[in-house]
């Protein structure tokens, strides 16, 4: 059982983690690979949902 500092280091070293995102917008869900910028911040390709909207959530998966 990893704590959550092991399970932060892995993600920093893997670099690519699963990010679910959620359109604030229409609803809408997604699972995509993301990164984690040099802040330790969520991003993906993603910028916008396939509605339109910027309006969107990352949440970390694994
Ligand atoms: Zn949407």
Same mark, same amino acid.
């Given at each position: ?11 920093? @070293? ?11 917008? &229409? +609803?809408?869900?997604? /699972?995509?690979?993301?990164? %984690?910028? @040099? ?11 396939? &509605? +339109?909207?910027?309006? /969107?959530?990352?949440?970390? %998966?694994?």
């Amino acid at each position: 059982m990893m704590n959550n500092s092991e399970i932060e280091t892995k993600i920093t @070293k893997t670099n690519n983690p699963l990010v679910k995102i959620r359109c604030n917008n &229409c +609803g809408e869900n997604f /699972i995509l690979r993301g990164s %984690v910028d @040099k802040g330790g911040s969520l991003t993906t390709d993603l910028k916008m949902c396939f &509605c +339109g909207s910027k309006d /969107i959530q990352l949440t970390l %998966v694994k």
